[in-house]
């Protein structure tokens, strides 16, 4: 399997997202800029992507948009890892494309769960 894709400009919770995930047996690749995605995305054909929508340069949310508007990309899933959990944000971020949606503080057994149903749907 490819690895999955982190898109995090928060190193720390970079970090606690890929000990989880690798922990559980994933092989993770981790992109620093965001505006490399679309390149990454191609090179590594990722099965899944986990990403902020707080990143530099650039709105998360906007940047799903962007990328399912590829078709090639569109079959994606986007499992977005926030800080963010008010009713509104997780609702936005569903409108316009994630997959699902965890909010900090993060539960590992929960991102765990997530990202095995987002594979497997996949």
């Known amino acids: 399997m490819n690895p999955i894709m982190l898109v995090f400009d928060n190193d720390r919770f970079a970090e606690l997202i890929r000990f989880v995930v690798t922990t559980a047996g994933f092989a993770v690749e981790q992109l ?11 090179e590594i054909n990722p099965p899944l992507i986990i990403m902020d929508v707080f990143l530099k340069h650039i709105d998360g949310l906007y940047l799903i948009e962007r990328l399912y508007a590829v078709k090639e990309f569109a079959q994606i899933p986007v ?27 993060i539960n590992e057994d ?3 769960e997530k990202v095995k149903k987002l594979l497997k749907a996949n």
């Not at 494309?97 to 503080?105: E, F, K, R, S």
């Open 32 to 42: 620093n800029d965001p505006l490399a995605l679309y390149e990454k995305v191609k």
């Open 79 to 105: 499992l977005i890892v926030s800080s963010r959990n008010e009713p509104l944000a997780v609702f936005d971020a569903l409108e316009r494309g994630a997959a699902d949606y965890l909010a900090a503080p």
């Open 110 to 112: 929960m991102l765990i």
